[in-house]
């Protein structure tokens, strides 16, 4: 996914696999329309066609990161990658016979074989996903950390079902269960003590989260790697902050250079910023007015809300979105996180929370010049200064223009803590590019349909 560049010695067969069941799809959707033929006049345009539509079809495959799944990967979210990446790569072909003037390239075919991939390529892709599961098995995994920080992880852990990880006991220092206050996840013992537990204890993986002393940690990894145990290292901001790093030698001392990686391509990406900005303005301009009438009339107050946020710098700017709260919502909270199900929300909002479509205003943002397409999402004053003071290295964030949509928003969940956000926003700036910000805009597309995903 984002968080990784590895690749499974059998993505070769499996992008094979899938240029087969396209073009597949493709030759029985013309044997259907002509009736079992393949008549050569427009049979040809095809195979003029064939090594760009499957090179077209494995590009959009690679951008959904469609090589790069683990048998932990949810299902839905290969379901929706799946569908879109078909439809970019009918797109493509369609696009590719008007560009070679192949019009005997039948339209029908080209809907037929559309619907034909997605059911094909489905059932494919699902029943690797199905034996990759299979082969992984249930793994046993001990946790080690302090007990609120194992308690958490391993609620989150099986809160997920895909995960495939069954927690068999914390290792930290609250050694008394009693003091603990949990009987699910007993204590095995004391984190100096944690190599003599994992030798006597039948576990597969080690989960190692940031509360553990960095000298401890980079024992535990080491023991681990001996012992032949995987290890999930749940990272550090300065972790983060070290990925990507240039390895350099000082005489006879082996460094890691930690430099500047904030916001490259600012020219190219405000440039992309403001020509997409203003045509997905234009495009969209049809639909906001008529979300908006649908706000005015279903509760009393401004269709758009204007909210203080804090952009790049720290400087504080004005954003606008569809209003989803009956007006005045936090006269007397203050400033308050949106729920999930938020009692607050009008029906119209729920609605446009739900289909983020509420977001659509932030356009303009984007054309002015506050935001960008792709950044982190901007945050308001009184949570800044309060995760700033919390959180080691907030104000990072602060140095990228924030945006509608980022890494964050499609691989977290709704309810993904600042912390996990933060990680997320800084292995963003690490990866900042043109085709990372292609990538989370497609993979955006997706997570409007998985109602999980984060706002």
């Known amino acids: 996914m984002w968080l990784t560049n590895s690749k499974s010695k059998y993505s070769v067969l499996i992008m ?3 240029v087969a069941v396209i073009n597949f799809s493709i030759i029985l959707a013309y044997l259907i329309r002509f009736k079992f033929t393949l008549p050569e006049f427009n049979f040809q345009p095809y195979l003029q066609m064939f090594f760009w539509i499957s090179l077209g079809g494995l590009f959009f495959f690679n951008l959904y990161h469609l090589y790069s799944v683990s048998p932990r990967t949810r299902w839905d979210d290969q379901f929706y990658s799946i569908i879109l990446a078909v439809a970019l790569t009918l797109m493509l072909s ?4 008007y560009i070679s003037a192949n019009y005997s390239f039948p339209r029908s075919v080209f809907l037929l074989s559309g619907f034909l991939q997605v059911v094909f390529l489905l059932g494919w892709r699902y029943f690797l996903w199905r034996l990759t599961k299979r082969v992984l098995g249930v793994q046993r995994a001990v946790i080690i950390g302090t007990q609120a920080d194992s308690l958490e992880t391993a609620g989150r852990i099986k809160e997920f079902s895909e995960s495939h990880i069954d927690i068999i006991g914390f290792i930290n220092d609250e050694v008394d269960q009693e003091k603990s206050g949990d009987e699910e996840y007993p204590i095995l ?3 100096a003590d944690f190599e003599y537990i994992l030798a006597q204890t039948d576990c597969d993986v080690v989960v190692v989260t940031p509360s553990i002393d960095a000298a401890l940690k980079e024992q535990i990894v080491c023991s681990c790697f ?5 290890v999930f290292l749940i990272p550090d901001l300065y972790e983060v ?11 006879d001392i082996p460094v890691f250079m930690v430099k500047d990686y904030i916001e490259g391509n600012n020219s190219v990406k405000r440039l992309l910023d403001v020509v997409i900005g203003a045509l997905a ?21 401004p269709a758009i809300y204007k909210q203080e946020r804090v952009t790049r710098g720290g400087r504080a700017f004005t954003l606008y979105k569809f209003r989803t709260m009956v007006q005045d919502a936090e006269v007397e909270t203050g400033p308050v996180f949106a729920l999930e199900e938020d009692q607050r929300a009008t029906r119209v909002g729920r609605i446009l929370r739900l289909s983020r479509l509420d977001e659509l205003p932030q356009l303009i943002n984007v054309i002015k010049g506050d935001m960008s397409l792709v950044g982190p999402r901007p945050e308001r004053p009184f949570f800044v200064e309060q995760y700033s003071k919390e959180i080691n290295g907030y104000d990072n964030r602060h140095r990228m223009k924030p945006g509608i949509t980022g890494i964050a928003q499609i691989a977290g969940k709704y309810n993904t803590g600042p912390r996990e956000k933060l990680v997320f926003d800084l292995l963003y700036a690490k990866r900042n590019n043109i085709l ?5 805009l497609l993979h955006t597309v997706k997570a409007l349909f998985m109602r999980d995903k984060a706002s």
């Open 281 to 301: 303005f234009i495009i969209t301009l049809p639909v906001m007015s008529v979300v908006a009438v649908m706000v005015k009339l279903d509760s009393p107050g």
């Open 241 to 251: 902050l070290v990925i990507k790093a240039d390895l350099n030698i000082i005489d």
């Open 16 to 18: 094979l696999a899938d």
């Open 226 to 230: 001996s012992a032949g145990k995987e």
């Open 436 to 440: 990372v910000d292609l990538q989370i």
């Open 189 to 191: 013992g004391a984190a």
């Open 94 to 97: 369609i696009s590719l016979t």
